[in-house]
Every structure is written in C-alpha cells, then in structure tokens.
C-alpha cells in the first residue's frame, strides 16, 4: 500500500480520534482534561514521528 497525504492523514486523524475517544469513554481523566492536556500532546507526539518516519523513509530509499 502506497501513502499519499489523503491516506496519511486519515490513518493519522483516526488513530487521535480512536484513542482520545477511549480515554473519553473510560472514566479515568476528567473530558476536560483529555481534551485540553492530552489531545495536544497527541497531536504533537504523533506530528513528531510523522516527521521522523517520513525522514527515516527518505534516508532508506536514497540508498546512503
């Protein structure tokens, strides 16, 4: 399977979604606290080993 943006952002937004909606449906944290603490922090952390991925990627194939 081949990524482009559009794929990549669905599985990205999916993947925030499943599991901020977890953390909202089992009562650990308050729903004030994931939305405000760790939606953004998983946003980041996940943008972050995007980058990191996508720059792994690019390394690998350029055949250093």
Do not use: K
């Given at each position: 399977m081949e990524f482009d943006l559009a794929k990549?952002?669905?599985a990205f937004v999916a993947l925030i979604a499943l599991g901020?909606?977890?953390l909202l449906l089992v009562p650990v944290?308050?729903?004030s606290t994931v939305l405000t603490m760790v939606l953004?922090?998983?946003v980041v952390?996940?943008?972050l080993c995007?980058?990191?991925g996508v720059r792994y990627g690019?390394?690998?194939t350029s055949g250093r």
């Open positions: 990549t952002a669905v901020v909606g977890a944290m308050a729903a953004p922090a998983m952390f996940g943008l995007l980058a990191l690019e390394f690998r």
